[in-house]
């Protein structure tokens, strides 16, 4: 079992950045992929960007690319995600997720992801 804790969230003015960490613990294996998602009030949970744990494949949102990054650390088993030039609408509960699929055409499928974070706020004011 794969654990998550996410931290970085917080409050921030348009324009402005933020770095999401995702710190995992438990049985993690190369195959892994690890994603972010967000959730806004009143909406369906959202697919935002992915890391491949081995490659290091990346895939994004088409909302968040060129301003997001995602990123991993293995020595830290971390996977961060920076936001740049935020914007209101990616006001949401940020959540980091696992997925033991690391195929492309699955990434974004937030079915496919077996474990997940408890979430960090994101509030961009305008």
């Known amino acids: 079992q794969v654990q998550l804790v996410e931290s970085g969230g917080g409050l921030v003015q348009a324009g402005g950045s933020l770095r999401l960490s995702c710190a995992a613990s438990?049985?993690?294996?190369?195959?892994?992929?690890m994603g972010w998602f967000r959730q806004a009030p009143g909406k369906e949970r959202e697919f935002v960007s992915a890391?491949?744990?081995?490659?290091?494949?990346?895939y994004y949102a088409d909302s968040v690319k060129g301003r997001f990054t995602i990123s991993r650390d293995n020595a830290k088993n971390t996977v961060y995600l920076q936001m740049n030039s935020l914007k209101p609408e990616d006001t949401a509960v940020y959540y980091c997720?696992?997925?033991?699929?690391?195929?492309?055409?699955?990434?974004?499928?937030?079915?496919?992801?077996?474990?997940w974070g408890q979430g960090t706020q994101v509030t961009v004011s305008s």
């Open positions: 997720a696992a997925s033991p699929n690391d195929r492309g055409r699955y990434i974004p499928r937030k079915t496919e992801y077996d474990y």
């Open positions: 438990g049985r993690t294996f190369s195959s892994y992929a």
């Open positions: 890391i491949t744990w081995s490659a290091g494949r990346t």
